[in-house]
């Protein structure tokens, strides 16, 4: 089904409606977090910035966009019903399938009657004589809610770069996460794309295939591995409709809700023509196994990590034609898997086309300006009928930095977490009662679905024993705070990806102040978070103050 545009409801900026829960976002957080709590009895109001439910699936319609995790891994399981009456097409959903999924469950558990589309939340404070939140419109609508829930995905806050002009170019300009509804037509275009990053690594080929010249800007290039996409058959889908139970335990069996599982070898201790033969086969597997099935040690040891970056290095060379655009786009800051692996579709073999140009801007022609007619460097001015800023996101904490959210004596959530987020689990912030964040910093992540819903399902454990013993106010105990931040942030340590610049630790030069690594997830393994989410929720939830 189309996004249905649904407009917002019309409603006075005078009048005050009171909810018992109020839910910012309408994507896979927010969808399941509003039935949820629909089935506790909760009378919930979700307000989306969209027209339609989707969230990052809703925004981000530029060629290739895809999943890099396995489809059938990625749907929410809380319904058998739905997960029998759902096919995907591929094994890496594309996503307009994605969107018509989400669309889908929208419309099977009737979401949308309790959703105020085209409506961004602009600020939330914490009243505490009332016991509750009351949120902003960027309509100036006001609203109360004794429970406030953040479902703002960690990648929502897109980012453009700061180089002068950048408003000044004539054409149109676009970026990934605001794509238009209606797909761009390349034909016959001179287009330009500043970025290297994931969404560039899957719009590339896409672009490069319609345009009449692609130029890509590259500053840093990122490590990428074969996606290896393909259709699922009927019977196939079938078949994965029957082991379904079989598929979700096993994810939840993994370091990252993933079906993939590190080789418990360790990288050198294996013979070279052996570990050699490995990597061959993983890198002519679909999806991330390159990345996470692979030797144990490769994301922590300095010379396991040099040996697989070297293997992935020498697979770029072989694959691009000409040696010195090969040598570009081979990173030398960073080794392979330690910050977040694109999978790609035919990336590296569209630099052998004749359509398409590699700018390097950090070494041979730094960006100094946009014109009107395009990209001014230090060499030339290079003419485009299209840009493109696929410059990504102010990830994690930036979605909540662009609210002016209030907790207890007024503090600001974004001086509290000035420094570092202070959580505990990534569910509940210190100094903000009641305010229950899905996906919020410090929580283990992985496979995003599944981390959602193991996040979601916990929140509504939580609130049921709530509203089961009388209890309407919950906030974190310092103590549970301090030792929380300390164990992701000793999580975070022993993993190379903690020495590299990059959006998972917080670093995005086109933000203000946002220069310094901070630890944004907990990069720990998944089993032990839900062990230790299960453990609080057996032990009811003693680890939470409540009145
Ligand atoms: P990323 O991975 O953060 O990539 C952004 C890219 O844009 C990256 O190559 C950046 O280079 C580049 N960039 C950003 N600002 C500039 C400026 N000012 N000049 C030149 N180049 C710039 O975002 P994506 O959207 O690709 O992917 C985000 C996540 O979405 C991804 O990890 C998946 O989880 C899904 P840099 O590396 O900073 O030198």
Redesign the pocket.
């Known amino acids: 089904m189309p996004d249905t545009g649904v407009l917002p409801e019309r409603v006075n900026a005078g009048d005050v409606e009171t909810y018992d829960a109020i839910v910012i976002g309408a994507g896979i957080s927010g969808m399941y977090m509003l039935y949820r709590l629909r089935e506790l009895g909760m009378k919930t109001k979700v307000f989306e910035a969209g027209t339609g439910v989707g969230g990052t699936w809703y925004w981000n319609r530029y060629p290739g966009a895809r999943f890099?995790s396995e489809s059938w891994t990625y749907g929410y399981s809380f319904s058998k019903d739905l997960m029998q009456e759902w096919d995907w097409k591929e094994h890496f959903s594309p996503q307009p399938d994605t969107l018509e999924y989400l669309n889908l469950v929208a419309d099977k558990f009737d979401l949308r009657q309790d959703i105020q589309f085209q409506t961004t939340i602009s600020a939330a404070h914490w009243d505490q004589a009332a016991n509750q939140w009351t949120v902003t419109t960027d309509k100036g609508q006001k609203a109360k809610s004794r429970f406030l829930f953040t479902a703002i995905g960690i990648?929502s806050a897109?980012?453009l770069?700061?180089?002068p002009g950048r408003d000044s170019f004539k054409g149109p300009a676009y970026h990934?996460?605001r794509w238009p509804h209606t797909p761009v037509d390349f034909t016959g275009k001179r287009v330009g794309i500043?970025?290297?990053?994931?969404?560039?690594?899957q719009a590339i080929p896409e672009i490069a295939k319609q345009a009449k010249q692609l130029t890509v800007?590259?500053?840093?290039p990122?490590w990428a591995a074969p996606l290896h996409n393909a259709k699922i058959s009927k019977q196939e889908m079938e078949d994965i409709k029957s082991r379904y139970e079989e598929i979700y335990a096993h994810c939840a069996t993994t370091p990252g809700w993933f079906i993939h599982q590190a080789d418990q070898r360790k990288t050198l201790e294996v013979p070279p023509a052996e570990r050699e033969a490995f990597w061959e086969k993983l890198y002519g597997e679909p999806g991330f196994g390159i990345w996470m099935g692979n030797f144990r040690d490769i994301l922590t040891s300095e010379e396991a990590n040099a040996a697989i970056t070297a293997y992935i290095a020498k697979k770029i060379r072989q694959r691009v034609n000409d040696p010195k655009v090969a040598d570009k786009l081979i990173p030398k800051d960073h080794g392979f898997g330690t910050?977040?692996v694109?999978l790609e579709s035919g990336y590296f073999e569209t630099y052998n086309r004749d359509n398409v140009t590699l700018v390097d801007?950090?070494v041979d022609e730094p960006?100094e300006c946009i014109t009107p007619n395009g990209i001014k460097t230090a060499k030339q001015e290079h003419e485009f009928d299209i840009l493109i800023y696929?410059?990504?996101?102010d990830?994690v904490t930036g979605a909540f930095d662009r609210m002016d959210i209030r907790g207890k004596d007024g503090l600001e959530l974004k001086n509290a977490w000035a420094e570092t987020p202070r959580t505990y689990l990534g569910m509940l912030a210190e100094g903000f009662p009641n305010m229950l964040m899905v996906l919020g910093p410090h929580t283990a992540r992985g496979n995003i679905p599944q981390a959602i819903s193991h996040s979601v399902e916990f929140q509504a454990g939580m609130l049921k024993h709530m509203l089961d013993n009388n209890l309407t106010h919950v906030e974190t105990r310092p103590e549970q705070v301090d030792e929380w931040t300390a164990t992701v942030i000793k999580a975070g340590e022993a993993l190379l990806s903690s020495k590299v610049?990059?959006?998972?630790n917080g670093v995005?030069?086109?933000v203000e102040g946002r220069t310094v690594r901070r630890v944004l997830g907990y990069n720990g393994n998944a089993g032990h978070f839900r062990r230790v989410t299960d453990e609080v929720a057996k032990g009811g939830y003693k680890e939470f103050s409540f009145q």
């Open positions: 890099d990648l897109y980012t770069p700061k180089i990934p996460a500043i970025g290297t990053g994931a969404t560039a690594i800007f590259q500053r840093r990122n910050r977040r694109p801007t950090l960006i696929a410059t990504g996101f990830g610049d990059s959006w998972q995005n030069r086109n």
